[in-house]
């Protein structure tokens, strides 16, 4: 792999001892379970000759790389005629186009919960051990096939839960971190070789031309400083990318409330598009929460149907109800539900004073959060216009018939989008209400038409070390403008450099394999 020689690793043999070194190493690819087929992967020292043993004769040690070959896979350590334990087909990869940049081979059998468990102990007794996790992507990036944002995309792509989720993913694995990364790291190079230059040499050996110039960077003014502010732009642009990145990958919270019987199991299968919480006209049906995953504008939403808030001597509906308001101070969006069938034309909405009681206590709960009022059963009886509870806008739907439907979606996905522009506010000083409103507006917009191309940051290790350069590279400006000596900045300069080395995997820590792979699947 290359690696600057700004930078020297930490010795790659402690990690590589804990994951095997070149040991021949097999796992499942697929989950044993009832489908067509498994799918086993085998990678390392003498795999070829290995799996020779124990397919077809001859059919495996003359294969070409990245061919497929048929035929059985064979026991021959039983003491029985029948030795054939599956029919399998066999992809060749041979050193260095594979995967990991070893020889290896992965075999297609059929599926089921014997037959891929049979084959493995075929192998582990011709000479394979268990991979650890993540161990094939660990061999991959040690062969230099795959830097290290690439490595953490594998993971984030296999537990990808939206389409855009995956192609926020794929955008990593094909390089648009690693290229952004290294395009700022040289940048960074450049502007710390431009001040060593005058730190390795005194005034005098520095020729004529460059001699007026050379006072004034030795007095403090960095060279290229232009440069590192661009970069110091870029990368706090990187780290503003994971409060949205985040929220494609971890999705959601959305919470429907209300009092008992107002139609939340109704609109929570509605968002559903499936039946899956019970309905029936009796209140307090729903005695606990029910949760599932839906995709609301590209992103993962954990959509959560509760039990009824209100007071009830019934034990278990009690237990309900206090989940339930556990539940509402953990959600990131609340749709509180009011029930349109209490209107009554002749009352005038009587009812709304009993509404709006329930309504101020439950915001009483500690809401951080959007909460999205929803006038439901709007088609027993329309919603007021207008509304006569005071600062509360409500949607008018019908959970029942679909009704308001595409207006509610919409409403989430605004409240989404606010979640990922609050989230990139945090990050900066508080400014005045109509700031915060322009800056979430702004945010918001950027939140929907993100660019799934650009290089956006994948996980919290990338999120801290591009901080960490951040951090270190303002510090290093602020000392150029009170004019401190080079010897002060470069020192900066260059731990600004190793930290995106870190990120890629050119700057290697002791620690990050066991962190990092440890979470991996064991077949990846």
């Not at 700022?184 to 431009?194: D, E, P």
């Not at 009352?347 to 959060?369: L, T």
Request: glycine share 8%.
């Amino acid at each position: 792999m290359e690696r600057s020689s700004l930078n020297t690793p930490a010795s790659l043999d402690a990690p590589a001892s804990v994951y095997g070194d070149d040991d021949p190493i097999a796992a499942f690819a697929t989950t044993p379970g009832t489908s067509a087929l498994t799918l086993l992967r085998c990678s390392g020292k003498n795999t070829i000759d290995l799996i020779a043993k124990v397919f077809s004769p001859g059919k495996v040690k003359n294969a070409a790389g990245n061919t497929v070959i048929h035929g059985w896979i064979i026991d021959r350590e039983q003491s029985t005629e029948n030795k054939k334990i599956d029919e399998v087909v066999l992809t060749v990869f041979r050193a260095p186009k594979s995967y990991t940049g070893e020889d290896s081979v992965d075999i297609c059998c059929h599926g089921g919960s014997v037959t891929g468990k049979a084959v493995m102990d075929v192998l582990k007794k011709t000479g394979f051990r268990d991979a650890l996790p993540g161990e094939f992507t660990f061999r991959a990036f040690v062969n230099g096939k795959i830097d290290l944002t690439r490595c953490e995309s594998v993971m984030e792509l296999v537990n990808a839960k939206t389409e855009k989720g995956r192609s926020h993913a794929v955008s990593r694995l094909s390089g648009s971190l690693q290229n952004e990364i290294n395009e700022l790291k040289q940048l960074l190079v450049q502007v710390l070789a431009g001040a060593e230059i005058y730190l390795d040499y005194s005034e005098d050996e520095i020729s004529a031309e460059y001699d007026a110039d050379a006072k004034d960077e030795i007095a403090g003014k960095l060279p290229n400083k232009d440069i590192a502010q661009n970069v110091l732009t870029r990368l706090k642009k990187l780290s503003d990318s994971w409060n949205i990145e985040r929220i494609y990958q971890d999705g959601v919270t959305v919470v429907i409330a209300g009092k008992p019987n107002t139609g939340k199991s109704s609109l929570f299968n509605l968002l559903l598009k499936e039946d899956r919480s019970i309905v029936t006209e009796t209140p307090g049906t729903t005695r606990d929460w029910i949760e599932a995953w839906v995709s609301i504008g590209g992103i993962p939403v954990r959509l959560v149907d509760t039990a009824g808030l209100r007071d009830t001597d019934d034990s278990v509906e009690k237990i309900g109800v206090e989940r339930s308001r556990k539940l509402l101070d953990e959600a990131d969006i609340v749709l509180y539900l009011i029930d349109g069938s209490h209107g009554n034309q002749e009352s005038g909405f009587g009812s709304m004073e009993a509404e709006n009681k329930n309504i101020s206590d439950n915001e009483k709960i500690n809401f951080r959060k959007s909460v999205i009022y929803l006038w439901n059963k709007c088609d027993i009886f329309r919603m007021p216009n207008p509304f006569p509870l005071v600062n509360i806008s409500p949607i008018s739907v019908s959970a029942k018939t679909g009704e308001g439907y595409n207006n509610l979606y919409d409403a989430i996905a605004q409240a989404i989008n606010s979640q990922g522009a609050t989230a990139s506010q945090s990050a900066t000083a508080s400014r005045s209400a109509m700031a915060s409103r322009s800056a979430m507006a702004s945010l918001s917009g950027d939140f929907q038409s993100q660019n799934t191309s650009a290089a956006a940051l994948g996980t919290v290790r990338q999120k801290n070390l591009v901080d960490t350069a951040c951090a270190v590279l303002e510090e290093a400006l602020e000392l150029v403008e009170s004019g401190e000596p080079l010897d002060l900045i470069a020192p900066l300069v260059r731990e600004a450099v190793n930290a995106l080395g870190e990120i890629t995997g050119e700057v290697l820590s002791a620690d990050i394999f066991e962190e990092m792979f440890s979470r991996f699947c064991v077949g990846k």
